[in-house]
């Protein structure tokens, strides 16, 4: 049974609520990467500890991401995103604690636990509380605008506790901020669950972190071990291995863990790239950045953060105004100029880099990335959401914003690999003089990111994308309902054509889309061989087609 409509107002306050979670989430994140320095001199890290320190989260959370979704639409997205808020919460205290870097490690993967289930199956309730595409847009736009907040005032928050404090305090934040979410959620949040159940896929799971895990595994000890030791051409195989078994397994189960289906959509296909890419930038940006300003340019950890404002304030201004683009033009043209902006910075650091780079070309450089990646979330989140059937919501979000820590985790990933290796060859893995050599190439890898952006973007949001679109989401959509307008013309288009049909199918004497049986006297079949599926035209040539 449908839950009852929300006024404004409440939605409003829902969105509010759920925004809280991907405060703290993001806020922990930016805040830790101005952190880094200070972890690595008080916990004596090396330069893989501190890749570990970012990606142990990024990499559970990806892992978990997909089933956090499915687990939510079938049990409760309020239950879940309750339990999310308290592990997350209890997470961020161990890591206070944590004595050393491996305890510090394993706080940061109960985090991931707990973060698994608050920013994607809040963006679920966001799109069921939100149904109108425009207001949902819109919503989307509010959403990544969080994003924008908490870059602002992650590193100058993270800054400040750290210089005042220490590097524990950033965890610190995290608990009332999530204590009172989690009241507001028991509050004002309604329940809501998809229409039918989806079983659980433990094999698939499995196999989702077997490739992520291994893959990630490969490339930040390759540096240390060598790209042809046993143990990183094992995990290469092992993450080859993974892959193929998600490819042979999934479409063979009735409810997969990933319904490859999704990627019959060009725009879906196109959205969980870009956020690949998009994000692989912005974790390589994060973690290259906090050790240039401190290690290389010797500033103070609130200095570092104060330096990163301008890049942060440019994705807070431009995400809500990229939601009002999505939803009045569609997100061509924000994923063109997210694209343009990535890549021009990337350029511009990879031909200028150098410690003695003036204060004002590196704050104008921050601005051109911080106006790339303000504009990319929401297209990204739209277009992935949009058009789904309702059913499908928390799936298709988690996928979604597991694209997003999968790039996040491999641009930490990479960037990192690139400078430990030139770290070892002078300095055994610390980020000393070596960092200006390695330092070039990462921000080539960066543009690379930037200039795939604008590529899928400009291959994967025209027409005939769209067209795949709307096949994919008659195959995946129970029969009887209509699929969501991916961008709000397309919702009138559809109603539109919707009414043309019955019309016409009314005219030749017939409901054209049902007959009084399946297969019955008098009614048309619906079967993949004499019938027409809910949602499908016929052929020039068939019964009743033109």
């Known amino acids: 049974m449908p839950e009852p409509a929300l006024d404004r107002r409440r939605r409003l306050l829902v969105l509010a609520i759920c925004c809280m979670s991907l405060l703290i989430v993001s806020l922990d ?76 490690v394993a706080a940061r993967v109960l985090q991931a636990v707990g973060g698994s289930m608050l920013n994607p199956v809040a963006m679920s309730i966001i799109t069921n509380t939100f149904t109108d595409p425009r207001e949902r847009a819109r919503a989307i736009g509010i959403w990544g605008g969080v994003v924008g907040i908490s870059m602002a005032a992650g590193p100058i928050v993270g800054g400040l506790l750290v210089d005042w404090t220490g590097w524990q305090a950033i965890f610190w934040l995290n608990i009332p901020i999530g204590l009172t979410a989690y009241l507001l959620t028991t509050r004002y949040v309604p329940e809501s669950r998809a229409p039918r159940a989806r079983r659980a896929d433990p094999v698939g799971q499995l196999l989702m972190i077997v490739l992520l895990g291994a893959l ?39 409810e997969p863990l990933i319904d490859l289906r999704f990627f019959r959509s060009a725009p879906f296909s196109g959205a969980t790239a870009v956020a690949v890419f998009a994000f692989a930038a912005l974790g390589g940006f994060l973690f290259l950045n906090a050790l240039h300003l401190q290690d290389v340019r010797g500033l103070s950890a609130l200095e570092a953060g104060l330096y990163m404002l301008p890049m942060a304030a440019t994705t807070l201004v431009l995400a809500p ?204 079949s619906r079967g993949r061989r004499g019938g027409t599926a809910p949602g499908e035209d016929r052929r020039p040539g068939e019964p009743g087609g033109r």
């Open 29 to 104: 994140n930016t805040a830790l990467n101005v952190a880094l320095p200070s972890i690595q001199k008080d916990l004596n890290a090396s330069l893989s500890g501190l890749q570990w320190t970012i990606d142990a989260y990024t990499l559970v959370l990806a892992s978990l991401l997909m089933l956090a979704g499915a687990t939510a639409d079938r049990i409760g997205r309020r239950r879940v995103f309750r339990v999310g808020l308290l592990v997350f919460v209890l997470g961020s205290l161990l890591c206070s604690l944590a004595p050393g870097l491996d305890w510090l």
């Open 216 to 254: 990630t595994y490969a490339i930040i000890e390759s540096p240390h071990r060598g790209l042809t030791s046993p143990v990183v051409l094992g995990c290469a195989a092992l993450a080859a291995a993974g892959l193929a078994g998600l490819l042979w397994y999934e479409p063979r189960r009735a």
């Open 321 to 524: 105004v990229s939601g009002r683009m999505v939803g009045g033009r569609g997100p061509r043209l924000p994923t063109l100029l997210a694209g343009v902006g990535l890549t021009a910075a990337g350029v511009f650091f990879a031909l200028t880099a150098s410690p003695d780079l003036p204060d004002a070309a590196l704050l104008a450089g921050y601005v051109v990335f911080g106006a790339g990646f303000g504009i990319v979330n929401a297209p990204i989140t739209n277009t992935a959401v949009s058009g789904m059937p309702r059913a499908q919501a928390g799936v298709a979000a988690a996928v979604a914003s597991t694209s997003r820590q999968v790039g996040q985790s491999l641009g930490v990933a990479v960037i990192g690999a690139v400078m430990a290796s030139a770290a070892l060859a002078s300095d055994g893995g610390r980020t000393g003089g070596s960092f200006a050599g390695s330092e070039r190439t990462a921000w080539w890898i960066i543009a690379g990111c930037g200039f795939a952006v604008l590529l899928l973007g400009a291959l994967t949001t025209g027409r005939w994308a769209r067209a795949t679109a709307e096949r994919t989401a008659r195959l995946l959509e129970p029969h009887g309902e209509r699929p969501e307008g991916a961008w709000p013309a397309d919702a009138d288009r559809a109603r539109d054509r919707a009414d043309r049909a019955a019309e016409e199918g009314a005219a030749r004497g017939g409901d054209r889309w049902a007959g009084p049986s399946r297969g019955g006297p008098g009614g048309r």
